[in-house]
């Protein structure tokens, strides 16, 4: 046997890629890539006894025959299915442990009662299932439109097409081609120098000519051999006029491809691209608009647009001359077009302009545009422009526009004059109709205006101009009449719409006829409304009204709502707040007055109508109000205390005590104890006022604002043990109240026991979950008397648990770096975007970036959300003492004292404080701005 191997061919190893391994079969137990550390997958059929997928089957060392024999017997003993339908979850191979059992009717039973129960969770599930497969459809829909959807208006657009447009609709080509769906320019590639330079040139008899089919130069020679040996003598001379040949065949081939449409001008190419060089605008596209006008002239001379856009295209290209003369052919070619006319006035110069007007008139003698366009030429000679409008009606009798442009350039006598023709000529007009009535005396206007209704009989602008004429002239019983017979006749042809009618009531009293307005409201304010609806719609359109300043409509909408619900609160109100409001104070305490005698239970107007009596320095008058008010509502706290305060505003306090005694001994509430102890405690009667707050205490354990006087007096003569244990009691019978557990950790605190402020802002939290006024403390403790890390961590806390609290995010805004408090404040508007305390920070931002203007934008926008915060007022007047006017402060502090705020931390801080028991609004708000420092 030979040693040497046997080796291919080289060539063979090159050729044959197949490897001969490949069609062989894999060794017993080969698993891929083990070597690697790669191991096969097994299925849970093939685990049977746990064995490793590279370990070598045992059937390559079979047991002796014994005992092969006695576990073949055991295995039939116990064979066991290990098919996957045969596993179970729970028990394994060896199917559910209630198998064996016989399936009775009690397992029947409980199948079905678990199918009912699957069964109707299903459908439970299902409106709420099929809900959302339709939204995410919709939602998929609209991200994913088809083809078909996106063009549907496209395709509707089509059934519209006339038979000519679809012939004109040029072919496609075959789509599938791809050179026809994307063509490209020809490219003409120019003639090698060798060719040029050859010295050879044709016999003086031999010519060449050009096959108008393919371009081609033929030599006239014969057979092919001599053409060929010819196309290469070819002279210069001859060579240039093949090339212009060629260049003909080409444009006359694009300039006829469109069904014999000119799309290329060969001629005027070169010059008009020179010419385009000029312009601005894309030479390409002005090239391509240029083409396509002139194939839209060819192809239909008698379009006036298209000479219009032409000479419009040449306009703007620089080329005035070119449009001139375009357009004075479309003129020829449409003469009956008053646009192509109008369009050649507006390119030619005045005086070229008019004889062109002149010459459209005699052609169009009916169009209206054309003589108005006329007399514009004529602005500066209203003589001559006289002359046009008189010429004009001549041949437009019927026109309104033209009888409206003459009257308004005659006197008011020849303008009478006019109209009268003109209603003649135009009775359906009702501008004129009423133009004449203008003009007329108060008789001739009368039986002008029924005449017009005569004339037209379905305008309600004739009705109410005739009840404004009556108005004028003080006959005041007519309007109601006129407006009435309005009303009757238009239902009779049903053309009573409310809302024109409620706008042409806006529209009279701006006009001055608050009579005819106030008519208009009475006949129109119920048509169409349900009873049950009739007080909301009227309290919404008398909002209305005031929004539009209407305020004499709006009056009117009160006085029918109150007429209609005499005795509903709410209507008495809002007509007592729109009268506060935009009223005088005669009007003011007329409505309250007319308000306690039909609703004398109702305190709260006895109490408005006593404080515009005390405002107007009336003492008495507020007296006999509140005890008019006493009488219809006896043992009322509201008007006890309101006495009270009436007494002591005036320093007669030993009056205010007696009728504090009284209150007490008739009606006592806690309210009444915690204002008796409050005039102690303001005079100074510190005993008296303890004594009292003991006694209300024992009744009233559940008011918390009895235990926070007991504890700021003691605060305030320095008995530290006794507050405590005030706080402390209160917050065993209140434990709900936020204030009490401020005011107990801020007395530990300026002890100096912090820790154990924490701990007493610790159990706040507890007690209270989620009360931002709580975060807002404890974040405070901590800014402090701690690091900024530990309140930042805190203040994170804080949102966490409350993320849509605007102090919190007001806090949080100001304790950023400056660089980070702009992104502070987007967040904090996107969590709580309407609280006054989010925007007035915001507003403090902008303040401290100096961008004035925004600072008054954002103050406004906050006071419009809650103008009973004081903080709001007291800061922007703070703004304004340093940034605006004398004026801006005054209007900042009137608007101020009209709201009387009542709520704010630095505004309670100044007006719950004894000392100031007395200042009235406009003196807080000047010492909280003082208070104020400008935020940094």
């Not at 079979?62 to 024999?69: E, R, T, V």
């Not at 009292?692 to 006087?709: A, D, N």
Request: aromatic fraction near 6%; include cysteine.
């Amino acid at each position: 046997m030979s040693m040497i191997p046997n080796v291919p061919h080289p060539g063979a190893l090159v050729s044959k890629k197949k490897k001969a391994f490949l069609n062989q079969a894999a060794p017993l137990g080969y698993v891929a890539g083990v070597g690697r550390g790669a191991t096969g997958f097994t299925t849970r059929s093939d685990i049977g006894p746990a064995r490793d997928p590279s370990d070598v089957p045992d059937d390559r060392h079979a047991p002796p025959k014994k005992f092969a024999k006695k576990k073949n017997e055991e295995e039939e003993e116990e064979e066991e299915d290990l098919n996957d339908s045969n596993y179970d979850e729970f028990s394994g191979y060896g199917g559910s442990l209630f198998s064996k059992d016989p399936y009775d009717k009690d397992d029947e039973e409980a199948d079905a009662i678990y199918d009912a129960i699957d069964t109707r969770m299903d459908e439970k599930r299902k409106a709420y299932r099929e809900a959302k497969q339709r939204k995410e459809l919709e939602k998929f829909r609209k991200t994913n439109p088809k083809i078909q959807t996106q063009f549907s208006d496209l395709k509707r657009s089509l059934a519209v097409l006339s038979e000519d447009d679809w012939l004109k609709i040029p072919d496609v080509g075959d789509s599938r081609n791809k050179k026809q769906r994307n063509p490209r320019a020809d490219k003409f590639t120019p003639l090698p120098d060798s060719i040029l330079a050859h010295k050879a040139s044709l016999a003086n008899n031999e010519s060449v000519t050009i096959d108008p089919r393919t371009g081609l130069a033929t030599p006239m020679s014969s057979g092919i051999e001599s053409g060929i040996a010819t196309s290469t003598n070819l002279d210069l001379r001859k060579i240039g006029q093949a090339r212009n040949t060629l260049m003909d065949i080409k444009l006359n081939q694009v300039s006829d491809s469109v069904s014999g449409q000119t799309v290329v001008d060969p001629k005027g190419y070169l010059t008009n691209l020179q010419s385009l060089i000029q312009i601005g605008a894309d030479i390409d596209d002005v090239k391509k608009a240029r083409l396509l006008l002139k194939s839209v002239r060819e192809t239909n001379p008698n379009h006036p647009p298209a000479w219009i856009a032409s000479a419009r295209l040449e306009e703007v290209t620089g080329k005035l001359q070119t449009a001139r003369t375009l357009i004075e052919e479309g003129c020829e070619m449409c003469p009956t077009s008053e646009d192509v006319w109008l369009e050649s006035a507006r390119l030619q110069p005045p005086n070229n302009a008019k004889i062109v007007i002149a010459t459209a008139a005699r052609r169009l003698p009916n169009s209206v545009r054309i003589w108005m366009k006329a007399a514009e030429l004529e602005k500066d000679n209203p003589k001559a422009q006289k002359k046009i409008f008189r010429k004009a009606l001549e041949h437009v009798p019927n026109s309104v526009k033209l009888w409206k442009a003459a009257v308004e350039l005659e006197e008011p006598e020849d303008a009478r004059i006019l109209l009268a023709r003109a209603v003649e000529c135009c009775p359906t007009s009702v501008e004129l109709w009423l133009a004449l009535a203008k003009l007329e005396e108060y008789e001739e206007a009368r039986k002008v205006l029924n005449k017009a209704r005569e004339k037209v009989p379905t305008d309600r602008q004739i009705w109410i101009t005739a009840a404004k004429l009556e108005e004028a002239h003080s006959n005041y019983r007519m309007v109601n009449i006129i407006i009435d017979r309005a009303i009757k006749s238009l239902s009779n042809s049903g053309e009573i719409n409310r809302e024109h009618w409620l706008k042409d009531a806006i529209d009279a009293e701006k006009a001055g006829s608050k009579r005819t307005c106030k008519a208009i409201i009475r006949a129109v304010i119920s048509h169409g409304i349900e009873d049950e609806d009739k007080k909301h719609t009227w309290i919404e359109d008398a909002d209305n009204f005031a929004e539009e300043k209407a305020f004499e409509c709006a009056r009117a909408v009160y006085e029918i709502a109150i007429e209609t619900f005499p005795t509903k609160k709410s209507v008495w109100l809002r007509a007592a707040s729109f009268e506060k409001a935009h009223g005088t104070l005669e009007t003011f305490e007329k409505i309250l007055n007319d308000a306690v005698s039909k609703c004398p239970k109702t305190e709260v107007l006895w109490l408005m109508l006593a404080k515009s009596k005390w405002l107007a320095n009336d003492v008495a008058a507020a007296r006999q109000t509140l005890s008019d008010a006493w009488k219809a509502n006896p043992n009322s706290e509201e008007i006890w205390l309101a006495a009270v305060k009436l007494e002591s505003e005036n320093a007669e306090y030993d009056r205010a005590r007696k009728l504090l005694l009284k209150a007490r001994a008739s009606a006592p509430t806690a309210r009444v104890f915690m204002k008796s102890a409050k005039l102690e405690w303001a005079l100074g009667s510190i005993q008296e006022a303890k004594a009292l707050l003991e006694e209300g205490v024992k009744t009233y354990v559940k008011f918390p604002k009895l235990w926070m006087m007991m504890g700021q007096i003691a605060e305030e003569q320095k008995l530290v043990s006794e507050a405590r244990k005030a706080y402390k009691t209160g917050l065993e019978h209140n434990p709900k109240s936020i204030p009490l557990w401020i005011l107990w950790s801020r007395l530990e605190e300026n002890t100096g026991a912090v820790i154990k402020a924490r701990s007493v802002m610790d159990q706040a939290r507890l007690k209270n979950p989620q009360n931002d006024l709580i975060w807002l403390e404890a974040v405070r403790i901590e800014r402090r008397h701690s690091s900024r890390e530990i309140s930042m961590n805190l203040i994170a806390k804080a949102l966490q648990e409350c993320p849509t609290s605007g102090k919190l995010w007001a806090e949080a805004i100001f304790m950023e770096y400056r660089p980070q408090r702009k992104s502070r404040m987007v967040d904090a508007l996107k969590k709580c975007e309407h609280d006054p305390h989010a925007l007035l920070a915001c507003s403090k931002f902008f303040w401290s970036v100096s961008k004035l203007t925004k600072v008054r934008e954002w103050f406004e926008k906050t006071i419009k959300i809650d103008s009973d915060l004081g903080d709001v007022w007291a800061y922007y007047y703070k703004f304004e003492l340093i940034n605006g006017t004398p004026e801006q402060q005054n209007a900042i502090k009137k608007r101020c004292f009209d709201a009387e705020p009542r709520h704010g931390e630095e505004w309670c801080k100044v007006s719950k404080d004894i000392r100031n028991w007395k200042l009235k609004t406009d003196e807080i708000l000047s010492l909280v701005a003082h208070n104020l420092s400008i935020p940094e």
